[in-house]
């Protein structure tokens, strides 16, 4: 799964990546949480791409309730399409979600170790995404979840699923909705991550700042 992640790129990287005309103020973010308005990238009315916040916690157009704390935050890529939360935004309604690199935590019995995980080229991350519109007017609110598929060799020592990622050449081809989603749908290729065990402090959503995302030393058998 994917429930926090990084948001350090500068618009500049992006742009180095995707052609997008928008220029919203990106803000430095180390421990993105559900719920939140995070820059997303969108096919546009011309079929360019725009770059706009969006909510992560999909919440689809036919729901009744409208947003609330259990909104999902991932799809799971094998089943996405069978799922009325996430059928028709598959097909019609994909998503890019820039990202600087994510958490993952180790469960050994009642320990969760957490881990950074970047890309081994250093660039920002693309997952793959899908967005819904519920309500209308005032209360029109945008949301998205990320899609996401078998761990690959890199990170599967430590968690048995992974972000399903979108190379920046077919951005364009996963976001055009006459374009088969099921050929994106799959793990990244080995050598793709790196990872880091990180600090502990990044398990509250209280806790910021490029701190958090600094490798932890540990002295193999110092004294307590």
């Known amino acids: 799964m994917c429930g926090r992640y990084v948001i350090s790129y500068t618009l500049d990287e992006l742009r180095q990546l995707l052609e997008f005309e928008d220029r919203p103020n990106l803000e430095p973010n180390y421990n993105v949480a559900p719920s939140l308005d995070l820059p997303v990238l969108r096919r546009g009315a011309?079929?360019?791409?725009?770059?706009?916040?969006?909510?992560?916690?999909?919440?689809?157009?036919?729901?009744?309730?409208?947003?609330?704390?259990q909104d999902p935050i991932n799809a799971r890529s094998e089943t996405a399409a069978q799922k009325p939360s996430f059928r028709q935004a598959l097909a019609r309604r994909r998503a890019l979600v820039p990202a600087s690199g994510f958490y993952e935590w180790h469960r050994v019995g009642e320990t969760k170790t957490p881990y950074f995980i970047t890309r081994s080229d250093a660039r920002p991350m693309?997952?793959?995404?899908?967005?819904?519109?519920?309500g209308e007017g005032e209360a029109q609110i945008d949301s998205f979840a990320i899609l996401t598929a078998a761990a690959n060799e890199d990170i599967a020592s430590i968690h048995h699923r992974t972000p399903v990622l979108i190379d920046p050449g077919a951005a364009s081809d996963w976001l055009d909705p006459g374009t088969e989603p099921a050929p994106f749908l799959k793990p990244p290729p080995e050598g793709t991550f790196v990872l880091r065990e990180v600090s502990e402090k990044v398990n509250s959503v209280r806790n910021g700042g490029p701190g958090l995302i600094e490798p932890v030393a540990r002295l193999q058998g110092a004294p307590d």
């Not at 011309?46 to 704390?69: A, D, E, I, Q, Y």
């Not at 793959?128 to 519920?134: D, F, N, P, T």
Request: net charge positive.
């Open 126 to 134: 693309m997952f793959a995404g899908l967005w819904e519109r519920w």
């Open 46 to 69: 011309g079929g360019g791409m725009r770059l706009t916040p969006v909510r992560w916690g999909l919440v689809p157009h036919w729901s009744k309730r409208g947003p609330g704390s």
